[in-house]
Structure formats: structure tokens, C-alpha cells
């Protein structure tokens, strides 16, 4: 009596050998897409927060009369003068142009601070950035509003490298 194995034998054994490894290598590559679309959405998300963070703090950090804010409609940029340093600052929504990606800054005499990553992040919404309402004096805003989108990463026909997400805040003035 001969030993070994028949064609038929091995032919099932690789059959089922190729339909574990498939779903392996499917399992893999599921896990790879969720982690990279957590990875991008985790950009946007702490670049939005960080931004509303230090937008909120430059402006509890202004004075209030003498500032420069739209007050019918909306716009893509406000100034003050910094009750800290004295200084004028300006709160700037730069929608993206070109090869450029959208930013959001904080710029004033002494220096210009990117409060969203331009290598991370691309603000793709600037056209509702500040709107203010109308405060107790015609010099003074009641409440600063702000609202912007910020996306990252690459659209494709899944999606999975992809976030967007659209942030925003109303900030009453208190002096």
C-alpha cells in the first residue's frame, strides 16, 4: 500500500487553507481602515478644539470697546486690542487657495500664531467664521460667534481616510 495523499486531498487542504488566509487578511485590512479614519478624525477633532480653545481665550482676553466685528452678517475675520499686552490681534479664517490648505490664525504686531496644524488639517469653511450680535452700546458686541469646518486627510470611494467635522462657538463679551 502506497503512502501520501491524492490530488483531491491536497487540492481541499490548500482550498481551505486560501479561504482562513482570505479572511485573515480581510480582518487586517478592516483593522488598518478603522484605525487610520480614528487617526484622521483624532486630527481634526483636537485641531478644532485647540483652536476654539485659544479663540475663546483671546477673546475673554480683549477689551470690548473698540472692536472690530461684524455685526450684520458674517465674516472671515475680527480685531481687538488684547487687554494683556496691549496689543491689536486679529482672528483670521484664510479659506484655502491654490496648493494652500485653509487656515485659522491669531496674528498681531509681536508674532502670527497657526491655531489649526497646516500640515494636519485643512479648514475648508471660512465663509461663516465670526458673526457678532449686537451688545448694550453700539461699540460694543453683546456675543461673538464663531463657526468653521476643518477636514484631513484623502476622499476617496470609501471614505476611510477621511474626516470632517464642523465646530463651533458663542462667546458672551464681559467687559
Do not use: H
Not at 147 to 152: E, G, M, R, V
Amino acid at each position: 500500500m502506497k503512502k501520501g495523499f491524492t490530488l483531491i486531498e491536497i487540492v481541499v487542504v490548500l482550498t481551505m487553507m486560501a479561504i482562513i488566509l482570505a479572511s485573515i487578511v480581510g480582518a487586517l485590512m478592516s483593522t488598518f481602515r478603522a484605525n487610520n479614519k480614528m487617526s484622521v478624525t483624532n486630527k481634526v477633532t483636537q485641531n478644532g478644539n485647540w483652536a476654539l480653545g485659544e479663540i475663546r481665550k483671546n477673546i475673554l482676553n480683549a477689551k470690548a470697546v473698540g472692536m472690530d466685528c461684524p455685526m450684520s452678517g458674517v465674516g472671515t475675520s475680527m480685531a481687538f486690542v488684547s487687554t494683556l499686552d496691549g496689543d491689536i490681534t486679529v482672528l483670521k479664517c484664510t479659506p484655502p487657495f491654490g496648493n494652500q490648505k485653509g487656515k485659522i490664525s491669531s496674528e498681531s504686531a509681536r508674532e502670527i500664531i497657526n491655531l489649526t496644524s497646516i500640515d494636519e488639517v485643512n479648514v475648508s469653511d471660512c465663509s461663516n467664521f465670526v458673526s457678532c450680535s449686537p451688545g448694550t452700546s453700539p461699540s460694543v458686541p453683546g456675543d461673538v460667534s464663531f463657526d468653521f469646518i476643518i477636514s484631513a486627510g484623502i476622499t476617496s470611494a470609501s471614505n476611510a481616510d477621511y474626516a470632517q467635522k464642523e465646530f463651533n462657538s458663542k462667546i458672551t463679551i464681559r467687559n
